[in-house]
C-alpha cells in the first residue's frame, strides 16, 4: 500500500481529493461540524445559545454569498453570449474607438490607416496637437473607397521633426460627385468578429480591437 511523504494513506488521500478536489468547506460541512459539536457537547456544560445563533447567523451569510456566486457567475456567462452576439450582429457596420490619437516615437515614422467611405478624388490629411493647430499636411490623391494605409514621417510642415508624443489626424476630401466629406483614425467598418479567451475582437482595418473598447456603433 503506496505511503506519501507525509505518511498518509495514498488511496484515502485520493478519494479525499476526489470528493473535495478543491479543499473548499461548504455551508453542509459547516452544518455538519454545528451537528457534532452539538452531540459531543458536554451536558453538564451545554453550549452558549449565542454562539449557537452566531454560528447559525454565519451558515446563512455562508449560503447567501455562495447563492450570489451562482448568480454572478449565470449573470456572466449571459454576458458574455450577449456580447458574442452583439458583435455578430455587427458585422458590416461602422465602429467608431472615439480617439483619433496616434503615437509618435522619436525617430520613427508612424502607420495608420483612414477609412474613406466613400471614392476620392482629392483630399489632405491633418496631423493635429492636442489643441487641434494643424502641424503637418499631407496630400492625398484618388483613392478607392475603402481603407487606406498612410505613413507619417514624424515631421512637421517646415521639415522639422516633431517632438515624441501624441497626435491627431483627420482627413478632409472631395468625392467623384463633387461633395465633400470627412474621416479620421478610429472610424472603421467591423470586417469580422473573432472570439478569444471568452472575449469579443473586432477586426477594424487590418487590426483586432477589443469588442468593449467600441464607443459607437452606425449602420453603414
Known amino acids: 500500500m503506496a505511503i506519501d511523504s507525509v505518511g498518509n494513506n495514498a488511496a484515502t488521500t485520493a478519494a479525499s481529493t476526489a470528493t473535495?478536489?478543491?479543499?473548499i468547506l461548504g455551508k453542509d460541512d459547516f452544518m455538519k461540524l454545528l451537528l457534532l459539536e452539538l452531540k459531543y457537547q458536554d451536558p453538564t456544560s451545554p453550549m452558549d445559545s449565542e454562539k449557537i445563533l452566531t454560528q447559525t447567523s454565519q451558515l446563512a451569510s455562508l449560503e447567501s454569498a455562495e447563492n450570489?456566486?451562482?448568480?454572478l457567475t449565470a449573470l456572466s456567462t449571459s454576458l458574455a453570449a450577449s456580447m458574442q452576439l452583439s458583435g455578430i450582429s455587427a458585422i458590416g457596420k461602422i465602429a467608431d474607438t472615439g480617439?483619433?490619437?496616434?503615437?509618435?516615437t522619436k525617430g520613427q515614422s508612424v502607420d495608420f490607416q483612414l477609412y474613406f467611405p466613400d471614392n476620392v478624388t482629392t483630399g489632405s490629411i491633418n496631423i493635429m496637437d492636442v489643441d487641434g493647430k494643424v502641424?503637418?499636411?499631407?496630400?492625398?490623391g484618388a483613392t478607392d473607397a475603402g481603407v487606406a494605409k498612410y505613413?507619417?514621417?514624424g515631421k512637421g510642415?517646415?521639415?522639422s521633426a516633431l517632438s515624441e508624443g501624441t497626435y491627431y489626424v483627420d482627413?478632409?476630401?472631395a468625392k467623384t460627385d463633387g461633395s465633400t466629406g470627412t474621416t479620421r483614425i478610429g472610424r472603421y467598418p467591423i470586417e469580422s468578429i473573432k472570439f478569444d479567451a471568452g472575449k469579443t475582437f473586432a477586426k477594424l482595418g487590418t487590426s483586432y480591437v477589443d469588442f468593449s473598447s467600441i464607443k459607437e456603433i452606425m449602420g453603414n
Open 135 to 140: 502641424l503637418r499636411t499631407m496630400k492625398v
Open 151 to 153: 505613413t507619417w514621417d
Open 99 to 104: 480617439s483619433n490619437a496616434v503615437a509618435l
Open 20 to 23: 473535495n478536489p478543491n479543499g
Open 157 to 159: 510642415d517646415d521639415g
Open 171 to 173: 482627413s478632409s476630401y
Open 68 to 71: 450570489t456566486n451562482k448568480s
